[in-house]
């Protein structure tokens, strides 16, 4: 008994799934008219005539072959569309166009009819009965404009019955503005999104913007003076291093000479200081003039007054009455 109602409730999820998520037929829409074509879109063979898009609003493949498409609710199969072509399974969120010439034999996707004073087009599925979209076109829209949903695949469209709904169908109900979502489009846009605008060019939004090309000359001055200020800061920043980098390469050289000037602080030259010090070792070790060592001295003499005294020179020095410098 268990089995029994575990596998009636596993085909019941099924089936709600199936009704709920599956991508069907109703999540087909008709996207897009145009009544009037003199200057816009070609057919394979470059003659341009009305045309109709559809939109597919799930998230998955649905193919539209078999589905009818006709001006007249009494008569809701007066154009089918052909089976046996991949390009009818159109892919989750993808456009489908039909040429509205009235010429079937032009190619697989013409209808039967033209839409030359039109105002109602019907969409229906595979069995010619259920009702799965339809579009009201205005009177007086203008030539090589275009009618259809702002937002594609999003607008007022047949209501059915819950069992035939998919999720996807049901997002987009409660999604529908208050006006019901149609309106005549700023630009013609088969096979592409309807929300897609004129392109306008730059030099075209300057142009509206600046007639006389006041603004663009000041950018352009502006450009200028920014660059010429940016190498200004580069070349000063550059030449502020390279100094850095002389004085530290300066100060690494003389930092031997400064230490060793910091060993001599008296500033007295080696030689001097190395003399000095011998005479000091002489004289402490008693060794006299008369050894014969003597230092020697630029234009300055040195006596000995005991070992002069009896040379020529000394017996002057002492017969002198007065000092001669006095």
């Known amino acids: 008994m268990k089995k029994i109602l575990s596998v009636f409730t596993l085909a019941s999820l099924l089936l709600l799934s199936n009704a709920s998520f599956a991508q069907s037929p109703v999540d087909i829409r008709i996207n897009e008219v ?23 609003t799930a998230f998955g ?58 105002r109602d087009l019907y969409l229906y599925s595979t069995d010619g009965k259920t009702l799965l979209d339809e579009i009201h076109i205005p009177a007086d829209i203008a030539e090589n404009r275009s009618y259809g949903r702002v937002v594609d695949g999003r607008g007022a469209h047949e209501p059915l019955n819950w069992s035939k709904q998919s999720y996807r169908k049901s997002h987009e109900d409660s999604l529908i503005p208050e ?18 605008k004129a392109v306008e060019t730059k030099s075209e939004k300057m142009k509206q913007q600046d007639p006389y090309g006041g603004i663009l000359a000041m950018i352009a001055m502006s450009v200028v003076f920014l660059c010429l200020i940016i190498l200004y800061l580069c070349f ?43 005479a000091c070792h002489l004289y402490q070790n008693g060794q006299s003039v008369d050894s014969g060592i003597h230092d020697v001295e630029s234009n300055v003499l040195t006596f000995n007054q005991d070992l002069l005294r009896n040379s020529p020179w000394g017996a002057r020095n002492l017969t002198l009455k007065q000092d001669p410098r006095n």
């Not at 291093?241 to 500033?267: D, L, M, T």
């Open 34 to 56: 145009q009544v009037s074509n003199t200057n816009g879109i070609e057919d394979e063979h470059g003659d341009k005539c009305g045309w109709i898009e559809l939109f597919n």
């Open 179 to 196: 006006d019901g979502g149609f309106g005549v489009l700023d630009h013609p846009t088969p096979g592409q999104t309807n929300a897609t």
């Open 61 to 118: 493949m649905v193919d539209v072959a078999g589905f009818y498409i006709t001006d007249d609710k009494a008569n809701p199969t007066k154009y089918m569309i052909p089976k046996g072509n991949p390009a009818t399974q159109i892919p989750l969120r993808r456009y489908f166009v039909l040429y509205a010439d009235g010429n079937p034999a032009a190619g697989v996707f013409h209808m039967n009819f033209t839409l030359d004073g039109v």
């Open 236 to 278: 000063r920043s550059i030449g502020k291093r390279a100094i850095k980098k002389q004085q530290a390469e300066k100060a690494a050289k003389q930092a031997p000479k400064a230490a060793a000037v910091s060993a001599n602080p008296s500033n007295v030259d080696e030689e001097i200081v190395a003399a000095i010090a011998i």
